[in-house]
């Protein structure tokens, strides 16, 4: 697979080719997705919200469609509270793009929407985590996002 290190632990994946094209199984949409560059940044999001952040598998989402401004977008991961609120919205891009204020203003825009308190944005390699002050109008950058806690 010639699919790049990416800058998350080694999390284990299925993997099969299909009409010559690598495809990767999507734990929480349950199906054969194709491999592509941001797919693998995304599957790696996945395992480390589930296996390092130890976040259930039922919270998180993916590919949703949300309306903004009357258009319709799709957010790449979102994991909700118990209570089924947005928790964390994550952006991933493709490990070629580099992350940009361009990124952050895309996903902060989707945050309107979806009133999340921490986002993540990540291309495999730089991952950046905020978290977003009370009154919306700015965020704070993270050293790390925080890991799930069943009571809260």
Known sequence: CAMVQL?????????????????ILDR?????????????VRQHCVAFLIETKKY??????VEKKLMLNGKTKRYDLIVYSKQG????????KAPSV??????FDQIARYNMVLNSPYLMVTNGQDH???QISTEKAAYQFLKELPNYNPKS
């Open 128 to 130: 950046f985590y905020c």
């Open 85 to 92: 609120t947005p928790q964390i919205l994550i952006e991933c």
């Open 28 to 40: 929480i949409r349950k199906k054969w997705v194709v491999l592509q560059p941001e797919e693998w």
């Open 98 to 103: 580099p992350i940009t204020q361009e990124s």
């Open 7 to 23: 800058n998350f632990p080694a999390y284990r994946f299925e993997i099969k080719n299909r009409e010559n094209k690598p495809y």
């Open 56 to 61: 259930p598998q039922s919270l998180i989402n």
